[in-house]
C-alpha cells in the first residue's frame, strides 16, 4: 500500500494542478518505499531533489493562475508557497544528515504532513475561485489551439491560459 494514497478530496479540479500534485504524492511514496526498501542514500536524494524541483514547477503554474484570474487571496498563498519550499529545503538537509532509518522516516512523515496539509487545506481555497473562472474548461481547451505553451514545455512561470 502507498504512503500517501490519492483520493478525491484532494482534487482541485484543474487537470493540470492535480496532476502536479499526484506527481508530488508519487515522489513522496518513492521517498518512502525507497526507505524501506534500502535504497542506496544518493539515489534517495536525488528524488528529495526531484521532488523539490517539481514543487517549484507546480508552485509556477498555480500562481501563474493566479495572476491571470486575478485570484484575490494570491498574496497569502504565495507567502504559504515561500514557506513550503523553506520547509522543504530545510527537510532535504535533514534528510541529508540522517544517520538511521527511524529519523528519514520521520522526515518523510513530516513532508507527507506538509504535502497532504497544503492540498487539503491551502489548496481548496481557491477552487471556488477557478471554477468561477473556469480555468479547468479553458486550459483543456488550450491544449487543442495552434501556438499554445503546452505543460511540457513549461519551464517556469509563463502564461498558461493565454489573455483573459
Partial sequence: MPFIVWTNR?????KLLDNDHKKQVLLVNELHEGLVTGRAKLALERIFEELVRHTRIHIAHEEQIFTETAYPGAAAHEREH???IDRHRVLQARFRNCADLDSSLEVIQLLKNCLCNHIQSSDKEYVPHL??????AILA??????GVVHRKQVIGPRFLLGAW
Fill in 141 to 146: 481547451a488550450s491544449e487543442a489551439l495552434p
Fill in 131 to 136: 471554477k468561477e473562472k473556469e480555468v479547468g
Fill in 82 to 84: 515561500d514557506h513550503m
Fill in 10 to 14: 484532494m482534487r482541485v479540479d484543474v
